[in-house]
């Protein structure tokens, strides 16, 4: 358990409206992730992040932008919401080539 | 261009039987590879892994087989029990490192009967 904390759990919003879903991490880990879960597709990497401050895209960023100011937080944003971004979203630290994840955040954009 | 494949979307097996799931990478990069376990509205936990200098690793009722000439994995469970119900997802990557991104199949539904 590397003490990963999403919020919030569960949301619905309407297309077009901004999102943030935060993850908060407390084993000091230097790698975060955040992967979108959707059936048939399994888990796919959207941003990744290597530090403070720097980050990198995954293989299905666009629409999505990240930030990571602290060591212990990894902010996703989804700037203008469409429904094709209705998913279960997931953090994850990583250490020694195994990740470890949150509990998921279900997104539903109406 | 889905670089991993779990091509079975569910199995079932009996309580006591072997459960064997299976999985294939066309990426001959990938030499890392592991098995995630997901209960409905929980995250992913690491299950077992296997770096491509061994053939096989084994814990406990998990044993992971790797054939490398095929870009092939399987994971075999035995003795099945209900509690190992859960999606399996298989992953990998180009190296056993902390910054590691790792590429998952679709995953696989398992339920064991009683």
């Known amino acids: 358990d590397a003490g990963i904390t999403q919020s919030p759990r569960h949301k619905v919003t309407e297309t077009g409206t901004p999102v943030t879903l935060r993850c908060h991490q407390t084993?000091?880990?230097?790698?975060m992730y955040w992967y979108r879960q959707d059936p048939g597709h399994g888990l796919r990497l959207i941003h990744y992040s290597y530090g403070v401050k720097d980050t990198d895209k995954g293989e299905v960023s666009d629409g999505y932008s990240v930030s990571r100011s602290k060591t212990e937080d990894f902010l996703l944003t989804l700037e203008s919401a469409t429904s094709s971004q209705t998913s279960v979203y997931f953090c994850?630290?990583?250490?020694?080539?195994?990740?470890?994840f949150g509990e998921g955040s279900r997104l539903t954009v109406l | 261009d889905q670089q991993v494949k779990q091509n079975s979307p569910s199995l079932s097996v009996q309580e006591g039987r072997i459960s064997i799931l299976n999985c294939d990478y066309t990426?001959?990069?990938?030499?890392?590879f592991l098995w995630y376990k997901k209960y409905p509205a929980e995250g992913p936990t690491f299950l077992i892994s296997?770096?491509?200098?061994?053939d096989k690793n084994e814990d406990g009722r998990f044993t992971v087989f790797l054939n490398k000439s095929a870009k092939h994995l399987s994971l075999h469970i035995v003795p099945s029990q209900p509690g190992d119900s859960a999606v399996y997802f298989c992953?990998?990557?180009?190296?056993?490192?902390?910054?590691?991104?790792?590429?998952f199949g679709e995953g696989t539904q398992l339920t064991v009967n009683p």
């Open positions: 296997i770096s491509s200098i061994k």
């Open positions: 990426n001959s990069m990938f030499d890392y």
């Open positions: 994850a630290t990583g250490r020694a080539g195994e990740l470890f």
């Open positions: 084993e000091n880990h230097r790698y």
């Open positions: 992953a990998a990557s180009a190296e056993e490192t902390s910054g590691s991104r790792l590429t």
